[in-house]
């Protein structure tokens, strides 16, 4: 069986998709005044939160944590052609007490979208999303790989129709996706890790090393919707919801994924976040207590919910 290619190659190859997009969009339209055609932005945050305990009766665990955010985009329109390109980084540590450092967020996103007008608010359109993970995650005894990058990592190459009435609203409707989960590890790919096909087992039960699957493929329906606005004065809100609909396993188990970070801002350089993230994959199977005994004794979908909040430095870029 066929080995996935390495982090280096594959890294390589989303730079070249992303230099072929730009390069289509040079190709498209005339090379004249392309700067004011650009709408670039992004911001960034680095959040802190200390506990600190001295004789403390109540008890409780001294504890020190990171939370970084970065978010870029760089947005294109010139007469029938657009390209939206957006990059979302995550990264967060937290260390209690005498314990060492571990990772509480890790997240990378690379999205770009070709759109050529059909209507006012209406663009023929091509997507490409990607997300992966940054560095290795662990077991609390670090003696277990629970996931690292490219283990799992979520493509999405999408043609359809992209509904943008201005600038704060997306909606790309695509009746023909390919959606493809990678396990590049092949200890998580043995297991069956994130949906993949999971490792053969001998005529004793035992797994043979080596024969897991790396790549799950999927093709069907998927809706994009993307929002960005400020609600209210110094409050901005930016949304994600992705579903998406296997034409042949399953369609009625739509897989979910909803992100919502609504930032406040205090002033120029202070502000607040606070990250929703709700994800939903049919294929990905999580263990849990059925019986209450304390022991995970079945696996099945769940519905998996982060939330975060943050104080600190932050900064936007216009």
Known sequence: MCKLVNSSFFVTFLLCCFSSFLSLAQELEPAVDTTKAWDLGGTGSLNFNQVSLSNWAAGGQNSFSVLSNVSAYGNYKKRNNSLDISVDIIYGTVKLEEKRWRKSDDKFELNVKYGRRASSDWNYSAQFNFKSQLTPTYTITRDTLLSNFLSPATMLVSLGMDYKPNKKLSVLMSPLTGKYTIVQSQMLADRGSFGVQKAETDTEGNIIPGTGEHVRKEVGGYVNIRYRDEVFKNISVQSKLDLFSNYVRRPENIDVNWENNF??????????????????????????????????DRKAPRLQLKETFGLGLAYKLE
């Open 263 to 296: 930032i406040f801002k205090v002033n120029k350089f202070i502000s607040a976040s606070l990250f929703f993230h709700m994800i939903y994959d049919d294929d990905v199977l999580i263990a849990y207590d059925s019986n209450e005994d304390g022991n995970n």
